[in-house]
């Protein structure tokens, strides 16, 4: 769900029914002993239970991404016949600069929507777990999700007002008498990026901070008690028991925020459509553009399946990070 | 999700990936057998270019649908009113994209099983040479359409190789934009502007003076590429109204690559740099900018009639028009084009009524709704009525002047699908200081040669 | 134990901070929701005669009631569906293991990681072939697809922690699967089927992309969806945007308001079995 856009992505670390962080390594087996016959043929029939879902997977996941593979060789408007161009498009990807610096946009911006959401989410989780305070930790709980429930397209609606020249950004950089650095955020090519970028924090951070919080819930809270006894103050507690002890809810919030940082559509779509010049253009703006205004459909194919391949290039690794031992 | 991916067995899921690639692979293998993407969807020819035209509507009840950009919705519905006034047995349901949505949509929408039977084409070339719009030269004739302007039927003409300006006629337009100079007569006052400026160095002049009093000389919201407005009035002077038309019409060898051209592009960066443009114009939006502009901010704000019923209603008798001063020994020259450029998509079945529809835009009640809704009117005649002294009145005045000048533009954002963008963020780069006249047209040349594939 | 005030000093600053942070651009909005229509106010100003009917011009001027019966039957069409199938799904990859499973199961897995974009434009052209652009339909039944990986995996792993024993005691009442299936795990499922119910219902209303490309018609489109025919249209007006703008938001944050409780619970449920 990650993958379908900014918002409402999945929270089964929050509402994970009812498996313990990790099921039994034997539960996830089939059993070993060979399975008795009336059982096998069962599952056969099992199979009428997956099939719908999987139909439907398959016709609209898997066969548009199948014809995207097939477009990616030709050279199509959408309309008329296609010619077959071979590697062609590809090519262009790696060689023309605008595509490849919406690549390394897209990159940065896993700063702003993996490293600091969760770093900072590490802290004030473990924050709240010393204070103990059930009324102020479910006040943050709201206050923190919202900007993670509310559409993404709605998000940067509310920064392009945030950041206008007569927005809240720049009158409280006069309050605190920092008049000096005002100014337009989305029209300074040196600025957008990073402003777009925070939009990406403000939605992660309360994800991030609910998910390690809900983690740390489940760490035995003796380990604590032995550290508190062994006088370790909170930043070696934090280091040797809170660390370790959410490595699978990190893994996570990485994972999800890192595909939402490569894949975004919707926060540049609405702020800033790829300016000024192309300081914020992405990937994910550029496919659409060149898909839908441009009508070079192959190019827009070799792009997103460009964008799918570094995707994944760079999740598949994170998951062998964050693997439990 | 995802911690299902970090509690995987290692082992089996290898051994699962392995199977899964090998049915991709399988799959890939399938795809290349495919006929290519595209096969087997043109119209038939004979829809295309149709022999048998009637001018005649019976009383048979006629159902058309028109498509066009929701800004031009008003003016739209008001013709609809008008001409099923005349031939009630005609209904004709407007169906309205975002205006740009629209443009994007279009070809796509003319290709589809059920096109619409009457609709605004903005990249006339492609879908022209794909067969997806009825060649009107029959309609021509029956109903005498070679009597309008020369210049307008250029912009209605594709020939067999895409290029506009000549070959058969595919569309007619209802009105047509103007673009020019909004000012604002309070400040101009302040700054000893007593009539429009005639000049290049008067109007320069004049931004001097503004920014010397503390006003923005020129509003312009970037973000949506507002500075290329001005960028092209000097364009057009640099190069002329026809070569420019040219280059989108996309004729043969075609350059906006020129020293000329950089010249003007040059002029627009001076602007930039002496601060002749608001500060935040690149993070300010074409609304914004009005709305600034409105508020009493800046001296001029070149723009287009579409702003004309805002800013009558906000300024009142405070705002005047004007084209953009020609240089010595040239006549005036701006962007103005279709407001809604008609065509009939080869797929529609009622093409008799819809060219009904497409001839009576050159009749005096169209004209007078096209009026009334602020564009300049199609075809000849009396200019239709217009409130004494308005801002809706110098533009009409301003547009007489450039059809008599033959000085009507096409906006070069407008010569290919994907220009618009490089334009408008070129315009921002080079407002930024981050790109040179030099580069900045050398991106757009090959950008524009890139889409049409030379 | 207390913790010492050396921690909870900077502890609740750092909280105060990422409070404020989240809630203020959402004040910013409302402040200037507030404003006089046509004034071009500053960000952050509480206006001195709040004008609360802005909301009611926005709503009607943003067709909000339109909007909103709009997703509401795009959410009828995929939650209650997608939900069904993902539920038989994760039934027959958890608790019957169907050979083969794993590979359904990766695929799936793949679908996870995919950025979207990779499939809009194919999407685009299969749904112009089936004639369903512009229709509801076109875009609930993509919806659906799309929801497919994450929805089997939630199910997934509520059924693989299911027992066993059930389906055996029921086969042994002489119980076919799908009567197992409905009469003793579906029941059993209910609250995972609930949260999964929510979370798709979330997407769902927040589905933008697919939404501008596959309806053209704004009024049929998704909340998020709509937004941008609203900004194209009524960016004059600052006040009006922002708050026709908070009325788009306003209902996903008043499900969250709901749902929230349903997360604590979950987690409550979640630290007792762990």
Redesign the interface.
Known sequence: ?????G?????????????????P?G????PAQAPRP?R?R?????????A???L??A?????????????SF?D?????????VGLENYVRVFTDPQLLSSIWHAFFLIIFFTVVPVT?AL??AG??R???SKG?GR?????????Y???????A???S????????????LSVVGLESVT???????AWALPAVGLIGT?IN??FC??LLM?GI??IDVSLYEAA?LDGAG?FQTFRAITLPGLR??I??CV??TV?AA??S??IV??A?Q?????STMV??VQ???L???????GL??AL??V??AL??AV?LPL?RL???K | ???H??????A?LARTRLRALGAGAA??FA?AA?A????G??PAASEAAPTEVSTDLGDEPVELTLYDGAGLKAKDEALIRAFTERHPNVTITGRYDPDDVQA??A??VL?SDDPPDIARVIALS?VAE?G?LTDLDAYADAYGWDELPEGQLAQYRVNEDGVRGEGSQYTLADGFTVTGFYYNKDLAEKVGMSAPPRTMEELEGLLAEAEDAGIVPIMAG??TGQVMTSTQMMLNYALGAESLNEWVFHAPGATIDTPEAAEALARIRDWAEAGYYP??????DAT?ALGRFAAGEALFYPSGNWDAAALDEQMGDNVGFFLPPAPDGQEPATMSDPASNFAIPAGSDAKDAAAAFLDFLRSEEARQVVVDAGFAPSGEGEVPATEQGSVTAQIQEAFAQLVEADGQVQFVQNA???L??TW???A??LV?G??TPEDMLDAVQTKYED?LGR | ?R?PT???I???A??LL??A??????L??LC?ALQPQGS??????WPSDPQWHNFVDAWNVADITTLAGSSFLLVLGVVPLGVL??T??G???GQ????G?SV?FV??LL????????????????IQEMGLLNTRLGLI??L???????????MR??F??APAELSEAA?MDGAG?WQS?RAVHLPLAL??IA?LGL??F??T?????LAI?LMDDPAKRT???A??NF?GQYSTD?VL??AG?LL??AP??L???F??R??VK??L???V??
């Open positions: 769900m990650s993958t379908l856009d918002s409402g992505g999945p929270l089964q670390g929050l509402t994970r029914p009812t498996p313990a962080p990790a099921a390594a539960q996830e087996q089939v009336r096998r069962k599952n056969w029939g099992g199979w009428l239970f997956a719908p879902a999987a439907m997977y016709v609209f996941v898997l066969r548009p991404l199948a014809a995207s593979i097939q477009y030709y199509w408007d959408g309309i008329t016949v296609a010619t077959f900072v802290l004030v924050l709240i010393e204070l103990r102020l006040l943050a709980q709201t206050l923190l999700f919202i900007p429930v509310i559409p993404a397209a709605a998000a609606i509310a920064w007002w945030m950041y206008a020249t007569t927005g809240a950004v720049n009158q409280l100014r337009a955020w989305f029209g300074d090519p403000w951070l309360g901070t609910i809900s819930g489940k508190k909170f699978q809810e893994g996570v994972t999800i595909i490569l894949a559509f919707d779509f609405m800033t790829g300016g000024p010049g192309y990937p994910g496919v659409y553009r898909g839908f205004t441009e009508s070079r459909i827009a194919s997103a399946l964008l799918s995707v994944l999740i998951q964050f693997r439990e | 999700m995802t911690d991916l970090v509690t995987q067995d290692p089996r799959a890939l795809l495919c290519p993407p595209g096969a969807s043109a994007q949509n070809p796509r290709a492609d794909d997806l970037n973000q500060e935040d114009t690149n993070g300010t914004g290919t699908n994907g618009t963008t408008n963020s070129e921002q780069r930024d981050a790109t889409e | 134990m913790t050396s921690t909870r900077p502890g609740v750092l909280l990422a409070m942070f989240s809630i203020f651009p959402l910013s909005m200037t071009v106010p500053l960000g952050l100003s199938l993902a038989m799904a039934y027959a990859l019957l293991r169907v050979p499973g359904l695929l799936l679908g996870l990681t995919l950025p979207f974009e990779v499939t809009i434009v194919p999407l685009y052209y299969q039944l993509p659906i697809g799309l929801n497919m990986p994450f929805a089997v995996f939630w792993a509520h693989l922690n086969s699967a299936f609250p995972s949260s979370l798709m979330i997407s209303w927040n589905q933008f992309l490309v909340m998020a969806g937004l941008q900004v600052v945007l922002n703008s788009i938001m996903m944050i499900v969250f308001l749902f929230q349903h997360i979950a987690m449920a979640g630290s079995k762990g």
